[in-house]
């Protein structure tokens, strides 16, 4: 279990790292927008080319920080279900749910979106708006973005299974299990050369 803990550490700071940068796009997108505005006010001048990049750019910051959002917990929950429930039958459905439909589901869009992309591609697919981008560079997006999300799914299913073993402490409220990850992985790292260590969760 420690090496997929560390697998799955891996993959958190992966994802972390890449919503975090994402995220600085929304800047991006109300700078464009906001100059976009005031050249067309001032000089009667714009370009279909600065109305899709807002859209390219929303585009980037939802599918790209769609993984981020699943680690740290901040998905959407029907919590005034899911707090009725024990843990055990919290761990179950977290369990099921991510097994038999969030991974086979982002499985299957990774490859139809793929084949969508490749024919895009092919015809070198352009916006049909006079002065528009090319469309297949932010069609190639949709497969990776969801091999982001195929790969936390993979690091909450490692979370999820190392909580019901008793091997990691469950993290309470929003924040994912990142943290908890890192200190299970250093327990488990200063307790090498012994036995196990049960590692302590984030106090909060």
Same mark, same amino acid.
């Given at each position: 279990?420690? /090496?997929?803990l560390?697998?799955? =550490? %891996?993959?958190?700071?992966?994802t972390?790292?890449?919503? =975090?940068?994402?995220?600085?796009?929304?800047? $991006?997108?109300?700078?464009? @927008?906001?100059? !976009?505005?005031?050249?067309?006010?001032?000089?009667?001048? @714009? $370009?279909? @080319?600065? %109305?899709e990049i +807002?859209?390219?750019?929303?585009?980037?910051?939802?599918?790209?920080?769609?993984?981020?959002?699943?680690?740290?917990? &901040?998905?959407?929950r029907?919590?005034v279900?899911? @707090?009725?429930?024990?843990d055990?039958?919290? !761990?179950?459905?977290e369990?099921?749910?991510?097994?038999?439909?969030?991974?086979?589901? $982002?499985?299957?869009?990774?490859?139809?979106?793929?084949?969508?992309?490749?024919s895009?591609?092919? *015809? !070198?697919? *352009?916006?049909? !708006?006079?002065?528009?981008?090319?469309?297949?560079?932010?069609k $190639? %997006?949709?497969?990776?973005a969801?091999?982001?999300?195929?790969? +936390?799914?993979?690091?909450?299913?490692?979370? =999820?299974?190392?909580?019901? =073993?008793? &091997?990691?402490? &469950?993290?309470? /409220?929003? /924040?994912?299990y990142?943290?908890?990850?890192?200190?299970?992985?250093?327990?488990?790292?200063?307790?090498a050369?012994?036995?196990?260590?049960?590692? &302590?969760?984030d106090?909060?």
């Amino acid at each position: 279990m420690k /090496g997929l803990l560390a697998l799955s =550490r %891996l993959i958190d700071r992966i994802t972390r790292m890449i919503g =975090r940068s994402a995220a600085w796009l929304i800047v $991006a997108a109300a700078v464009i @927008s906001a100059g !976009n505005a005031v050249v067309r006010k001032a000089f009667d001048w @714009s $370009a279909n @080319s600065l %109305l899709e990049i +807002q859209w390219w750019l929303f585009a980037m910051v939802f599918l790209l920080a769609a993984p981020w959002t699943l680690a740290v917990n &901040e998905h959407i929950r029907i919590d005034v279900v899911n @707090s009725r429930l024990s843990d055990f039958k919290r !761990n179950v459905i977290e369990l099921v749910g991510h097994a038999l439909f969030l991974l086979p589901v $982002a499985a299957m869009v990774i490859y139809t979106s793929w084949l969508f992309f490749i024919s895009s591609y092919a *015809q !070198n697919e *352009q916006s049909p !708006n006079a002065g528009g981008l090319p469309l297949w560079p932010i069609k $190639a %997006l949709i497969p990776i973005a969801f091999a982001l999300l195929f790969a +936390q799914g993979v690091s909450e299913l490692i979370k =999820r299974v190392a909580i019901m =073993r008793g &091997e990691l402490d &469950e993290r309470t /409220g929003h /924040g994912g299990y990142h943290e908890a990850v890192v200190a299970a992985g250093a327990d488990l790292t200063h307790d090498a050369g012994g036995g196990t260590s049960k590692p &302590e969760g984030d106090a909060r």
